[in-house]
């Protein structure tokens, strides 16, 4: 590889910085990057946005982001020279803003009331049965992210092609906080090469981070060689 890499990580909803703990394990065994840096936004502990303010010449640069840290990624108008995205799009269902604005506004009137109700939901959904809630719990930043996650919506589609000079999308046919059936649907709505897997959950990367780490290596192997 020519340019040496900086990768930086954001995490989705309901989750912090920590999610991609057992994913940089295997990575730092395969590929050396120059930096490897972690967004929190803020979910449960401190936000911490400053990773973003670094730039660097003559370094690759690639955002791993998953489930909603796409759609952070993309309203925060970020640029780099390749995207990895783990579970994230728009909607939840495929082709009803309706529908997805109806389930998202019934997770917020939950969460104003019993927000560790709605989070262990949450993390059982994505296939993790004994995933504990971290301390230092914010509401308002949990609330506020469904919030512009309906906003934003519509917004998002035209912008990733703009912002990422590549996008490679992964998705699995078992998650079942994305209902979505379509993956070719997926290919042109999200302007991303998209690999579909059988037997993972929402909770992908986490909850297999080896092959998690095939695919980024996979990915940044292949850009390399075709530039």
């Not at 340019?3 to 995490?11: E, G």
């Not at 295997?26 to 670094?54: A, C, D, P, T, W």
């Not at 010449?57 to 993309?74: A, E, L, Q, R, T």
């Amino acid at each position: 590889m020519r340019k040496k890499i900086r990768v930086v990580f954001i995490h989705g909803w309901g989750f912090n910085q920590f999610f991609w703990t057992p994913l940089v394990k295997e990575l730092s065994k395969r590929i050396l990057f120059i930096q490897m840096n972690f967004v929190n936004l803020g979910f449960f502990g401190s936000k911490n946005l400053e990773v973003l303010k670094y730039n660097q010449k003559d370094v690759y640069s690639i955002y791993v982001v998953h489930s909603y840290g796409y759609n952070w990624f993309v309203k925060n108008k970020i640029k780099t020279d390749l995207m990895i995205n783990f579970c994230g799009s728009q909607n939840l269902v495929e082709n009803s803003q309706t529908l997805n604005k109806k389930i998202i506004g019934l997770m917020i009137e939950k969460m104003k009331k019993k927000p560790e109700t709605v989070l262990l939901k949450f993390y059982r959904n994505c296939g993790l049965k004994n995933y504990r809630i971290e301390e230092n719990l914010n509401k308002e930043f949990l609330i506020g992210a469904l919030q512009n996650y309906i906003v934003d919506i519509p917004k998002e589609v035209e912008l990733v092609g703009n912002l990422a000079r590549k996008v490679f999308s992964i998705f699995s046919k078992k998650d079942k906080i994305l209902n979505i059936k379509n993956f070719q649907f997926l290919e042109n709505y999200l302007k991303s090469d998209v690999k579909l897997l059988d037997n993972e959950n929402h909770a992908f990367p986490f909850s297999n981070p080896s092959l998690a780490a095939d695919i980024i290596e996979t990915c940044i192997l292949k850009e390399f060689n075709e530039n």
